[in-house]
């Protein structure tokens, strides 16, 4: 009995197995039927990839001699292979980017580009990799090869919305910052740039996406923190024209309390000094969370090293903020039916006084929405005044008719010298590179004494030429790039030039007195007006622009042409052409670099 119902069971199962098989099988056979024509679909898509690459790329990628080391005739579609994936990285990135098929091969049509591109994404994307050239697009010096159908074919019709950004502290805008604590601050104490941004390339180089505060910067920072605290409290030591130890400070009456006082500062007493630091260097009041966090913050501290560390720390702490290293541009403001936030008005604020000056927007007056209040442009915000397009619009343009560059006097342009906002010059120098003149080494045995004085000079020479073209606006670089007027050692006015030349022909300390007297009479003699500089050494600098210093005659009306056939605009300018150049010798490669990267918005394959 026993064994009959053991054999039953066994039979009983093995026939249940028999069962699940046939029925696995016939659920796979249903699958396979079932997946054929999306294989059969694939298989299809790949060979349509295929015969594209190879219908407009294999004069070039043939199997014989392919450019690149690339050859499309051997091009298998198995993303599952490293090597292949880069290849397949490759040739997505040369379509993407325009490169291939090059000018004088048959193109592909905007369809044809946009399917190609968006399978080898697909098919990266199934062995978790990103196009690698996505990166390179986010970069700026890749701006120019956004799609231009795309954007003016009106298929894009909205809404439109910009991604939240931070966008790191220009170097500019922490001096400016700085300067708020007095001019006294940089004589008598080492404050660090932390922001200095790489100028190294010549090449704008201020953009939210590729400048971060790092760890060299924190450090920086830190440092600065530490002694402005110090500043602020106990004072810095330094040594004077006697070499005699003194302190400078400058502490604001609410510190005073806490730094004078014995017992532990009041909650109102700490509020008022929160409050007065927080209005000094971030241009807003503290919240209650912030006033809470940093009075418990300066109480423990004080447990341990009294009133005037925690003090100097609790300082440190706002000093360090985010909002110190960053401008905010995240989009706090209400959200629209479209799931987009505005900037809130705060952030609105910041935004436009750094785009157009390096203040910050408490110190910006602008006109009310009525015609007639004057209030700074924080206080707009913050009063609803910016919310409306036609709102900002109007602060805007009214920011940027009161720093007109035009009012500026051409003799020389720095801080001295009435300009108001520099941020019009600076982006000048930025696009063309030619301040960096003065840092390029040159021989100075060529040159002579007091090179980096003579490329100064130049500089300013460019600067006046490209403000003069500015104010003219004119078909502004058109004319930077063709015209044939040079300013060279103008002074800005004939009384400035008569003044300069009386001094110089005064003043008998100089120790060249001598040689330029004996200028002076050669030049008035001859009939020519004599340079307006002190010294042979001095002069000479106008021969960097094909004249010779001692029998020029200086043009006291400029700007005025130079000799035929020998200059064209800001690029043939000795400026320009020394800073880009190398330490010894002209450097072609470097200015055909920037005429396609700058001029035509082209980049270097890699």
């Not at 580009?113 to 990799?129: A, D, N, S």
Request: aromatic share 10%.
């Amino acid at each position: 009995m026993t064994s009959h119902v053991t054999g039953s069971t066994t039979s009983s199962k093995c026939g249940n197995r028999v069962i699940e098989i046939k029925f696995f099988l016939l659920q796979l056979c249903i699958l396979m039927l079932a997946c054929s024509p999306a294989v059969a679909a694939e298989r299809e898509e790949s060979d349509r990839v295929l015969s594209l690459l190879k219908a407009h790329c294999s004069d070039c990628h043939g199997i014989t001699n392919p450019e690149a080391g690339l050859c499309l005739d051997n091009l298998r579609v198995d993303f599952a292979d490293e090597k292949l994936v880069d290849t397949w990285q490759r040739i997505h990135e040369q379509i993407t980017l325009g490169v291939m098929p090059p000018e004088d091969s048959s193109q592909l049509s905007m369809r044809e580009v946009e399917y190609l591109t968006g399978w080898i994404i697909q098919q990266l994307r199934k062995v978790g990799h990103t196009p690698d050239v996505w990166h390179k697009l986010k970069s700026p010096q890749f701006g120019n090869y956004v799609s231009h159908e795309k954007l003016f074919d009106g298929s894009h019709s909205g809404p439109g919305s910009s991604p939240p950004r931070l966008w790191r502290v220009s170097p500019y805008v922490y001096d400016e910052f700085l300067n708020g604590f007095g001019q006294h601050l940089r004589e008598v104490t080492a404050i660090h740039q932390p922001f200095a941004l790489d100028t190294t390339r010549g090449e704008i180089a201020d953009f939210s996406a590729q400048q971060f505060a790092g760890e060299g910067t924190l450090q920086l920072l830190m440092m600065n923190c530490q002694t402005l605290a110090e500043y602020q409290t106990t004072g810095v030591v330094f040594r004077d024209h006697e070499s005699k130890l003194r302190t400078s400070k400058r502490t604001p009456a609410e510190f005073e309390v806490i730094l004078r006082s014995h017992e532990r500062p009041t909650d109102e007493v700490l509020r008022a000094a929160i409050a007065f630091e927080f209005e000094l260097l971030l241009e807003r009041g503290a919240s209650e969370s912030e006033y809470e966090l940093l009075g418990g913050f300066f109480r423990k501290a004080a447990k341990v090293g009294g009133n005037i560390k925690a003090l100097q720390t609790m300082l440190q702490a706002i000093l360090m903020k985010p909002e110190a290293v960053y401008r905010m541009e995240i989009g706090l403001g209400p959200e629209d039916r479209y799931g987009r936030r505005r900037l809130s008005p705060t952030e609105l604020a910041f935004a436009i006084a750094r785009a157009l000056t390096d203040k910050g927007p408490s110190e910006i007056e602008v006109v009310a929405r009525n015609g007639e209040t004057k209030v700074d442009l924080l206080h707009l915000a913050l009063g609803g005044e910016l919310v409306e397009t036609a709102d900002i619009q109007r602060v805007v343009l009214q920011i940027l008719d009161n720093n007109n560059m035009s009012t500026a006097d051409y003799r020389m342009f720095t801080q001295d010298h009435g300009i108001r906002n520099t941020r019009t010059l600076r982006f000048f120098r930025d696009f063309f590179g030619y301040h960096h003149a003065p840092n390029v080494f040159k021989d100075a045995k060529r040159i002579g004494f007091g090179d980096r004085y003579l490329t100064e000079r130049m500089v300013d020479d460019a600067d006046q030429l490209v403000m003069h073209i500015f104010d003219r606006d004119r078909d502004v670089l058109n004319q930077l790039l063709t015209t044939d007027e040079y300013f060279v050692a103008y002074l800005g006015s004939l009384d400035h030039i008569e003044k300069d030349l009386h001094y110089i022909k005064t003043n008998r300390n100089d120790a060249n007195f001598d040689f330029n007297t004996k200028y002076l009479q050669r030049s008035e003699a001859a009939g020519r007006h004599p340079i307006p500089i002190e010294g042979p050494s001095s002069r000479q600098y106008v021969n960097f622009y094909n004249l010779d210093h001692a029998t020029w005659d200086y043009p006291v009306q400029q700007p005025f042409k130079m000799p035929v056939g020998q200059r064209a605009g800001i690029l043939t300018h000795p400026a320009w052409l020394i800073a880009w150049s190398g330490n010894f010798d002209n450097d072609p490669i470097r200015r055909g670099k920037w005429i396609r990267e700058r001029l035509l918005a082209d980049t270097i394959p890699d």
